[in-house]
């Protein structure tokens, strides 16, 4: 008798989708299969969106929400979750509350605009994100523009960055990667419980096709976690992801194309 294959680490992205496929829901399966995991969705968005941006978003009603979650969870398991546009205070409500019971570490990418600028986070649930969500997050990823979004603090240098990252501390998460690829220079993220810094350095790569790389990074993440790392360790390997998938990113479209998610299995040259 053939042996059962073994089960791979299960990952739960609870997001919007991207029609274009380089971001979101996309982006997050991509990355989990990528990184040798099995990944599995909660739907919480429809959005029409390309290279150029985005043209439209359709929120899903909070029982879909929950319902698919449920289904998740309560047959499969979970190893680890990843969040990212949830769009409403409801939705974000929803999901922290399902998030407290389920005891798997989480995630949370604070999706406040999209690439190309597109606003993807309604200005009231912004309360719910401090106060609910980010409470549960074992890690928060947010970006130099979500940091001001929540915070109000405007990053321009590294000391910025280490500000930015004690005041999303003090909504609970227990780390915090503040993204530092919107300053000059090396591509630097900043990783701290508050007591522990990591930099996390990569050299600034001259592609613009960089469409995904939050949802990634987050995604990535999770898939650390999901393998039993250390969140140090998860966040090493998600930049080291990242970093390729970047270098690696195509032109599609008219606009802003997407990073590589395959890139590790692409034949060099």
Sequence with gaps: MTAPAPIPPRVLTVAGSDSGGGAGIQADLKTMLALGTHGMSVLTAVTAQNSLGVQGAWELPADAVRAQY????????????????????????TVADLLAGTGAPVVVDPVGVSKHGDALLAAEALDSVRTRLLP???????????VAQLTGVTVTDEAGMRRA??????FGPRWVVIKGGHLPGDAVDLLTDGDEEHWLR????????????????????ACGLARGEDVPAAVRGAKEYVTGAIRAGFALGGGIGPVDHGWLTRPAG
Aim: charged share 20%; with cysteine.
């Design 202 to 221: 990569a050299p600034r790569l001259d592609n613009r096709h960089t469409h995904g790389t939050g949802c990634t990074l987050a995604s990535a993440i």
């Design 70 to 93: 449920r289904s998740v969870v309560d047959d499969i398991g979970v190893q680890a979750v990843k969040t990212g546009m949830l769009s409403s205070a409801a939705l974000v409500d």
């Design 136 to 146: 549960v997050a074992t890690v928060a990823t947010p970006n130099l523009d979500e």
């Design 165 to 170: 990252a004690a005041e999303i501390l003090a």
